[in-house]
């Protein structure tokens, strides 16, 4: 009679194998190394999670390894979509302590769990991470995707330790693949999306945009824009359109929400365009910021506040060799204060 644990093993494994291939391949297409360390991590944790059918001292170093991996292919993906950089502390520590626990504990320990243990907090850690701050890059797969590890890292020590009363349960076998079919299905829909594939194309292209420096431009031309702008990763503020697949994107609303901005805090415009310039200066990028729904801040505030507003960020872009693309429309100002936006953007 085949055991449940000896299906679970031989469809996993195949799982892994499979993932590890398909993206080794997209790293040999795209040339990113997150895709890379992304490949590894699969093929490092086929011995993983066997139940007792490999040693677990092997199982302890190879789960190390593997999530020392995924650890740098997420932060390598971070780094690539130029976001913000993250400290050389992080991205160093985090993989290195993962592998060192697993390794040096299996060499002086004869059942070893720390490495399964310290993998799943990192792997925790990292979820979260990607939940964050690929979540503007990627939309609901980075979510999905930082969901499944978040579980993942809770259950990897759970399994360390509770193996020997758990191993033959249905219920953690149906979890762990799962889990493994979940991560493996978010990383492909990240890795093999158009943005991933195109980002370097995307950086060169760029340059050539006919839309530099700044520009007061109507609602009808904003749509040419967009599909000029395409996937590259534009500081945008937006209160009618919807954002082109990885722009960084902030909604104007009254409705409290995670990335909203409510239209009498300024403030926090001007504050976030300086921070993404200055982050794409540091990558050597070219910083693009966009704000739509100057006719909803108005509403709010007195037109002297927006015109402020709006003459701080042009300050930053002029002086970063950025863009900054204002989108309104004439009909909705008075003539005084549409010949003041002008002005600002250096029009007339």
Request: aromatic fraction near 14%.
């Amino acid at each position: 009679m085949v055991h449940a644990g000896d299906i679970y093993i031989t469809s996993i494994t195949l799982i892994k194998i499979l993932a590890g291939l398909s993206f080794l391949f997209a790293y040999l297409e795209s040339k990113r190394l997150s895709a890379l360390f992304i490949s590894i991590f699969w093929f490092l944790v086929i011995p993983t999670a066997t139940f007792g059918r490999v040693d677990i001292r092997i199982e302890n170093i190879m789960i190390a390894l593997g999530y020392a991996f995924v650890i740098l292919g997420i932060f390598q993906l971070i780094k690539e979509e130029h976001q913000f950089p993250l400290p050389k502390s992080i991205f160093i520590l985090f993989p290195l302590m993962t592998a060192l626990v697993g390794s040096v504990e299996s060499i002086i320990r004869t059942n070893p769990q720390n490495g399964y243990v310290v993998a799943g907090i990192f792997e925790l850690i990292v979820g979260i991470m990607t939940i964050e701050i690929l979540g503007p890059y990627y939309g609901k797969n980075a979510k999905g995707l930082g969901v499944s590890l978040g579980l993942s890292g809770i259950m990897t020590p759970v399994y360390a330790v509770a193996t020997p009363e758990f191993a033959n349960e249905l219920v953690i076998l149906i979890i762990a693949w799962s889990l493994a079919i979940s991560q493996f299905y978010f990383y492909y829909r990240i890795i093999y999306s158009e943005r991933f594939f195109k980002w370097p194309q995307s950086i060169e292209a760029i340059e050539t945009l006919r839309i530099k420096g700044l520009q007061l431009i109507s609602p009808n031309e904003f749509i040419t824009v967009k599909e000029e702008i395409g996937i590259y990763p534009a500081l945008a503020f937006l209160r009618n359109f919807k954002p082109a697949p990885g722009w960084i994107c902030y909604r104007l609303s009254t409705i409290e929400a995670p990335n909203t901005i409510y239209p009498t805090d300024l403030y926090k415009i001007t504050e976030t365009a300086v921070r993404y310039f200055s982050e794409a200066r540091q990558k050597n990028t070219k910083g693009i910021t966009i704000i739509e729904g100057l006719e909803f801040l108005r509403l709010y505030n007195n037109f002297e506040s927006v015109a402020k507003m709006l003459s701080a960020v042009r300050d930053h872009v002029i002086i970063n060799n950025g863009t900054l693309v204002v989108v309104a429309e004439e009909n909705a100002w008075e003539k005084k204060e549409w010949a003041m936006l002008k002005r600002i953007l250096g029009e007339e």
